[in-house]
Nanobody
Framework: QVQLVESGGGLVQPGGSLRLSCVASGFTLDNYSIGWFRRAPGKEREGVSCMSSSDGSTYYIDSVEGRFTIARDNAKNTVYLQMNSLKPEDTAVYYC????????????????????WGQGTQVTVSS
């Protein structure tokens, strides 16, 4: 059974940091492009950051460039999103996703057409 389980969300003050984790089971992440998405209240889901399986290339949405870092540990079958300098507008439910197709990582991230999704973890940035 293919499964992605996120953890690491919580309440943090503006300027703080969080690291989200996403553990995959039922498949190995080595051959999958991975992504982190978020949905804020009243807003559409957006691709935050994605990483290609083929060459490790990455994509970041402009609003998180320089603050967030996506990483994978294939030995642990885990994906991470390090989030620094958090802002109130980063408040959202964050989801990880994985897809085996070898498409442009920007295309995959902006379209959100990933086949496998986690259940999400809440991130709240507030003082």
């Amino acid at each position: 059974q293919v499964q992605l389980v996120e953890s690491g969300g919580g309440l943090v003050q503006p300027g703080g940091s969080l690291r989200l984790s996403c553990v995959a089971s039922g498949f190995t992440l080595d051959n999958y492009s991975i992504g982190w998405f978020r949905r804020a209240p009243g807003k559409e889901r957006e691709g935050v950051s994605c990483m290609s399986s083929s060459d490790g290339s990455t994509y970041y949405i402009d609003s998180v460039e320089g603050r967030f870092t996506i990483a994978r540990d294939n030995a642990k079958n885990t994906v991470y999103l390090q989030m620094n300098s958090l802002k109130p507008e980063d408040t959202a439910v964050y989801y990880c996703a994985a897809d085996i197709r070898r498409l442009s990582i920007a295309t995959l991230c902006m379209s959100g057409f990933f086949a496998n999704w986690g259940q999400g973890t809440q991130v709240t940035v507030s003082s």
